[in-house]
């Protein structure tokens, strides 16, 4: 009998380990870098070397040639190269003056040159733009998605509870607009930089122009099927839709706001510490992103200062990340905060919030755009 009771406990604890071993998954960095969570300190370093390189040759080239394009580095094979491609100017008329539907545009310095992303179900609609931008021998490319995020449609996510009581807001959590039913990612905590009003800073297209007036938003945690917290309103305000970011007025609340943002499905890093913030200038480099429906995603930095048309309008000085056909941010993700890991893997900088998703594009609102528009700093406990 006693043989029997242990030869149970020993089947029970096999299943557990099985068990964790299917649903371990690795850092979004590693599986970005595809390497082990162990290599990961190594290979930071390693960027943060290009990276200071890239800065230097980038200075050097700019007064050597008019025409520089820019500088990639490759982090596998440590690596930084340089391009003298830049016609994004001329296309950036060309969309002013014809104004095509879901175009983007920037420059890859892989291909050394500047690329265009179009959906061919819209290229009937924009022939006219096509035609002419195909003057300049711009690499036409129709992005697709064969690997997409394993938590769209659900088909991953640990079943959902009720509600999930939580004592703190993390950049990322979601949020869902109790006036339109729209549901978008926190981006960040700010400050303006004259008075006492606080905001959680969020995407604009949250807010519903058509409905117009003070809409109202409440917390929706990671998992859970229903609203929490009622966290404040948000105005509509002309930067709305020139830069497509939104503030939720938290004036004179706490509502648990921190500078942390949700990676609660790490195994050892579940809170990212906001250290610093700045912007980004390196393509090649790494460039994270945490949303409510496909959680912390990382990619390359494809494109600088890039432009977007979408829903009317034409958005500019985007940061363009992605990985070849792998979906790295879905609807709902929208707002989240886009960063970069610092020297260890539970501190990051702040980079901009996401804005768009176009295939295995993600696309993101510069921090920088952001703060000086609307007279912001970010708050950060640490600083």
Same mark, same amino acid.
């Given at each position: 009998?006693?043989?029997?009771?242990?030869?149970?406990?020993?089947?029970? #604890?096999? =299943?557990?380990?099985?068990?964790?071993?299917?649903?371990?998954?690795?850092?979004?960095?590693?599986?970005?870098?595809?390497?082990?969570?162990?290599?990961? #300190?190594?290979?930071?370093?390693?960027?943060?070397? #290009?990276?200071?390189?890239?800065?230097?040759?980038?200075?050097?080239?700019?007064?050597?040639?008019?025409?520089?394009?820019?500088?990639?580095?490759?982090?596998?094979?440590?690596?930084?190269?340089?391009?003298?491609?830049?016609?994004?100017?001329? /296309?950036?008329?060309?969309?002013?003056?014809?104004?095509?539907?879901?175009?983007?545009?920037?420059?890859?310095?892989?291909?050394?040159?500047?690329?265009?992303?179009?959906?061919?179900?819209?290229?009937?609609? *924009?022939?006219?733009? #096509?035609?002419?931008? *195909?003057?300049?021998?711009?690499?036409?490319?129709?992005?697709?998605?064969?690997?997409?995020?394993?938590?769209?449609? *659900?088909?991953?996510?640990?079943?959902?509870?009720?509600?999930?009581?939580?004592?703190?807001?993390?950049?990322?959590?979601?949020?869902?607009?109790?006036?339109?039913?729209?549901?978008?990612?926190?981006? =960040?905590?700010?400050?303006?930089?004259?008075?006492?009003?606080?905001?959680?800073?969020?995407?604009?297209?949250?807010?519903?122009?058509?409905?117009?007036?003070?809409?109202?938003?409440?917390?929706?945690?990671?998992?859970?099927?229903?609203?929490?917290?009622?966290?404040?309103?948000?105005?509509?305000?002309?930067?709305?839709?020139?830069?497509?970011?939104?503030?939720?007025?938290?004036?004179?609340?706490?509502?648990?706001?921190?500078?942390? $943002?949700?990676?609660?499905?790490?195994?050892?890093?579940?809170?990212?510490?906001? /250290?610093?913030?700045?912007?980004?200038?390196?393509?090649?480099?790494?460039?994270?992103?945490?949303?409510?429906?496909?959680?912390?995603?990382?990619?390359?930095?494809?494109?600088?200062?890039?432009?977007?048309?979408?829903?009317?309008?034409?958005?500019?000085?985007?940061?363009?990340?992605?990985?070849?056909?792998?979906?790295?941010?879905?609807?709902?993700?929208?707002?989240?905060?886009?960063?970069?890991?610092?020297?260890?893997?539970?501190?990051?900088?702040?980079?901009?919030?996401?804005?768009?998703?176009?295939?295995?594009?993600?696309?993101?609102?510069?921090?920088?755009? $952001?703060?000086?528009?609307?007279?912001?700093?970010?708050?950060?406990?640490?600083?």
């Amino acid at each position: 009998m006693k043989n029997i009771y242990i030869l149970l406990k020993l089947l029970t #604890l096999i =299943f557990i380990i099985n068990k964790i071993s299917l649903v371990y998954t690795k850092e979004a960095l590693a599986e970005l870098w595809d390497v082990e969570d162990s290599d990961l #300190l190594h290979y930071l370093g390693i960027e943060n070397n #290009l990276v200071a390189v890239d800065t230097a040759l980038r200075e050097v080239l700019r007064g050597f040639s008019s025409s520089f394009g820019g500088t990639y580095l490759d982090v596998r094979n440590n690596t930084v190269y340089c391009n003298i491609v830049d016609e994004t100017k001329r /296309l950036s008329q060309l969309i002013r003056l014809y104004e095509p539907l879901d175009i983007h545009i920037y420059i890859d310095h892989k291909l050394n040159n500047v690329v265009l992303l179009h959906d061919p179900e819209d290229d009937k609609e *924009n022939k006219d733009f #096509l035609e002419r931008a *195909n003057k300049f021998n711009p690499s036409l490319i129709a992005p697709n998605v064969t690997h997409p995020n394993p938590r769209y449609n *659900n088909s991953s996510q640990a079943p959902t509870s009720k509600r999930v009581i939580v004592d703190r807001i993390f950049g990322g959590d979601g949020a869902i607009n109790y006036d339109t039913g729209s549901i978008c990612s926190l981006g =960040f905590w700010a400050k303006h930089v004259e008075d006492e009003e606080n905001y959680l800073v969020t995407a604009g297209h949250c807010y519903n122009s058509s409905v117009g007036g003070s809409q109202e938003f409440f917390h929706l945690p990671w998992d859970s099927e229903d609203p929490g917290l009622y966290l404040g309103s948000m105005e509509s305000f002309e930067v709305i839709k020139e830069y497509d970011f939104g503030l939720i007025d938290i004036t004179g609340k706490n509502i648990g706001q921190s500078a942390i $943002i949700n990676n609660i499905d790490s195994e050892s890093f579940r809170e990212l510490h906001i /250290l610093e913030y700045g912007t980004i200038f390196t393509h090649g480099a790494h460039l994270c992103k945490s949303g409510l429906t496909t959680h912390v995603t990382c990619g390359f930095v494809r494109g600088l200062k890039s432009i977007a048309t979408s829903t009317g309008e034409i958005l500019e000085d985007l940061i363009y990340y992605g990985k070849d056909t792998f979906q790295t941010s879905c609807g709902g993700d929208s707002g989240g905060p886009v960063f970069s890991y610092l020297n260890n893997l539970s501190t990051v900088s702040l980079h901009g919030i996401s804005i768009l998703t176009f295939f295995d594009f993600s696309e993101s609102m510069p921090l920088y755009k $952001i703060l000086g528009a609307a007279e912001l700093n970010p708050v950060i406990p640490h600083q």
